[in-house]
């Protein structure tokens, strides 16, 4: 991922990705692409840093018979960023259960997740809100066999 042009040009850097992908750790370094014009940290990069993974660890820990997408976000800027700055993603596998078990009926599943940027000192320069979207693929919710049409031998449709 640090090779990817959106992370690449905005100085961002993935340092830690746990091998169950249940905890990443992003940092993005100060650099002339993406100060503003006040040079502190432009509030896009900020955002992008913490963009897609969420999305990407419950898909790893969900497995291929899940749907798993943003939904939505939502930015607050708390204080300029200035220097390297750092955002830490986690979670555990009570919640990955706990959303397996309201998505097994093939209801949509909307979790949120909450993720600080925080300087090298440790002081919060973002809080960034993220709502997933979880669902059961089709093919595999309750009644999806039902919802089939029985082709026969022939495969014409009776």
């Not at 097994?104 to 809080?127: H, K, M, N, Y």
Request: glycine letters at 8%.
């Amino acid at each position: 991922m640090n090779f990817w042009p959106p992370f690449a040009g905005a100085g961002i850097r993935v340092r830690t990705v746990s091998p169950d992908w249940r905890y990443v750790r992003v940092e993005l370094r100060a650099c002339l692409m993406n100060r503003n014009y006040f040079g502190t940290h432009f509030g896009g990069s900020l955002f992008a840093m913490t963009d897609p993974f969420y999305t990407l660890m419950l898909a790893h820990n969900l497995g291929r018979d899940y749907l798993v997408w943003d939904q939505a976000a939502e930015i607050e800027y708390i204080k300029p960023g200035r220097g390297r700055l750092q955002a830490e993603f986690s979670i555990d596998g009570a919640r990955i259960e706990e959303l397996r078990r309201q998505a097994e009926d093939g209801q949509a599943v909307r979790p949120e997740f909450l993720v600080q940027v925080t300087d090298a000192s440790g002081e919060e320069i973002a809080r960034i809100r993220k709502r997933l979207y979880v669902r059961l693929k089709k093919r595999l919710r309750p009644g999806a066999e039902a919802a089939t049409p029985d082709t026969g031998t022939t495969g014409a449709m009776k």
